[in-house]
């Protein structure tokens, strides 16, 4: 029913029930057949609408008992009109005057009007479902802290994240002799000061999503900037730093790669992105947003070691095609080939065998399993890593030995939590594996594969709501290979306790404060340690 219709019902139905009403006073009995006429003059009832009504009134006038005693009126022209005469029953109700007309053509008018507005409103709903295109949509998802702007551009997620950070960090020498290897700097017999970055640098991340032809699609750039002056060299920008003037910082550009899956049938990684073997063990290391064991405190490089080297090898950024598995009842696995590494001399004075040829890829792999056990969040992982290491050479090999190596390595690690609670243990072993870095000094000079081992235990509780203690402890090994000559400056351990505070003033902010205390030990007399306060902030968004 339209709304002209139903407001002529409305108005007609006003007009009966004053039709209906008693009698009134003789002076006022006229004023409902004058209202009759004037809606018959704007045309709001017909001519048989406007009979109906006036012969119903005029009925009910003559049978009123006291009609023959009514008084004759004149209306305003001076026409008689005692042939309608009316009163009203009850003379308690007045007879409609002008104010009522005035406010039922208003709201006829309104009526017309409201009716003309939704005519319009639809035909503009239709004309937008018609031209809708989601590809020409751009909005910004709703903001979840810690995960970055996400911005929609009509079938495609772009997704910028990032943090910086920066910590004044004082290195006391705590003595010692050198430790080839070592992760110690104490024998240098010197403190530093620097303003550095932590075990993270700077980071800009750029994530773009979409879904075509049913096939999810993905492609990241992470851009890492230190703070400190930049001096490249062998380990490019991760080398020891420049505390020169006039320098500039580094960029570690360390990922590129694209995604292609689906749910069900698993994701292709194909590009530069975190190795699978050891992944996890930095990843859960609570001194990736601080600083750990510095390294070099004078000279700093775009990062801090962490806990690398004391208590884990570096899984490093590599070039790579990985396969990632769908994730099954909390169970999922990975494996890649990924670009070859040289076996490297870390120690120095030609202590260890070096490579630099490679016929066949890396491999690594890994599972990780997520459940909930008695209450406790829990993942559990372990992973593994090959390399055939050919044409190794060294001052006890010539250059046309051809002879090679097998590395293996693998670990296992398992993360709990529960309420404030949070607990790491994590352990691996390797075979040519070497410490600090994959494959630094891991082949003895006379070919044979150094074993190495390392673990680390990390505890953390969360004392207030915003308030965070950690305490973890690591070691790494690495042992004498068979037949090798004994090297009494060689490192055999390394090892480190680390205590901080972590306080999240914001969802972007969190204020940091650590102590770490790191030691070298060689297979020789020869040790050597450091302590290092640290205090600084980094911001995530």
């Excluded at 792999?365 to 190794?392: C, M, N, P």
């Amino acid at each position: 029913m339209s709304l002209k219709l139903r407001h002529r019902l409305g108005l007609l139905g006003s007009i009966v029930c004053l039709g209906t009403v008693g009698v009134a006073q003789s002076a006022q009995a006229d004023d409902y057949t004058e209202l009759l006429d004037i809606l018959r003059a704007k045309g709001s009832l017909t001519r048989g609408e406007y009979n109906g009504l006036l012969a119903h009134h005029l009925h009910r006038t003559h049978t009123a008992p006291d009609v023959q005693q009514s008084s004759y009126r004149k209306s305003p022209s001076g026409r008689s009109r005692s042939s309608r005469n009316a009163n009203y029953g009850d003379s308690s109700l007045d007879a409609p005057d002008v104010t009522t007309i005035a406010a039922a053509s208003a709201a006829r008018r309104a009526a017309a009007d409201a009716e003309a507005s939704a005519r319009s409103a639809q035909s503009t709903l239709f004309r937008a479902q018609h031209d809708y295109d989601p590809a020409s949509i751009v909005r910004v998802k709703p903001y979840v802290a810690g995960k970055g702007v996400t911005i929609q551009a009509g079938q495609i997620d772009i997704n910028l994240s990032g943090f910086i950070n920066g910590y004044y960090t004082f290195n006391g020498a705590g003595g010692g002799s050198p430790v080839a290897g070592g992760v110690s700097t104490g024998s240098t017999g010197f403190d530093s000061s620097a303003v550095r970055n932590g075990l993270l640098p700077g980071g800009l991340i750029l994530k773009l999503n979409t879904t075509q032809d049913g096939i999810d699609l993905g492609a990241v750039f992470g851009m890492y900037p230190g703070i400190n002056n930049a001096d490249v060299g062998t380990f490019n920008a991760n080398s020891g730093g420049s505390p020169v003037g006039l320098g500039t910082a580094g960029l570690d550009f360390r990922q590129v790669y694209m995604t292609a899956g689906t749910k069900d049938l698993g994701t292709i990684k194909i590009g530069r992105d975190i190795a699978l073997f050891a992944a996890d063990a930095i990843l859960n290391d609570a001194t990736l947003l601080s600083v750990g064991s510095t390294g070099s405190n004078a000279n700093p490089a775009n990062t801090s070691l962490g806990r690398i080297g004391v208590g884990y090898v570096y899984t490093d950024w590599l070039p790579q095609i990985t396969y990632i598995s769908p994730k099954w009842h909390g169970l999922q696995g990975s494996i890649g080939v990924m670009t070859p590494l040289d076996e490297f001399n870390y120690a120095g004075g030609g202590r260890s065998a070096v490579s630099s040829q490679h016929s066949s890829p890396m491999v690594q792999g890994k599972v990780t399993y997520d459940a909930t056990i008695e209450g406790f969040t829990a993942r559990f992982w372990s992973s593994f890593l090959i390399q055939h290491q050919q044409s190794l050479t060294s001052n006890a090999l010539s250059d046309n030995s051809k002879h090679s190596a097998m590395v293996e390595a693998g670990d296992v690690g398992m993360k709990l939590t529960k309420g404030p609670f949070e607990g790491v243990a994590y352990y691996y072993y390797g075979s040519g594996l070497g410490t600090t870095g994959l494959f630094f000094d891991g082949v003895a000079t006379n070919g044979r594969k150094r074993n190495s081992e390392g673990y680390y235990v990390q505890g953390a509780y969360k004392i207030l709501p915003r308030l965070k203690i950690v305490g973890s402890y690591g070691v790494s090994n690495l042992y004498s290979a068979a037949g090798e000559v004994y090297d009494p400056l060689m490192v055999r351990r390394n090892e480190s306790e680390v205590g901080a505070l972590y306080y999240n003033l914001t969802d972007w902010m969190t204020i940091v404060g650590e102590y770490a205390h790191t030691k070298s030990d060689s297979h020789g007399p020869n040790k050597e340690d450091d302590s290092t306060i640290s205090a600084g902030a980094m911001m995530t968004f």
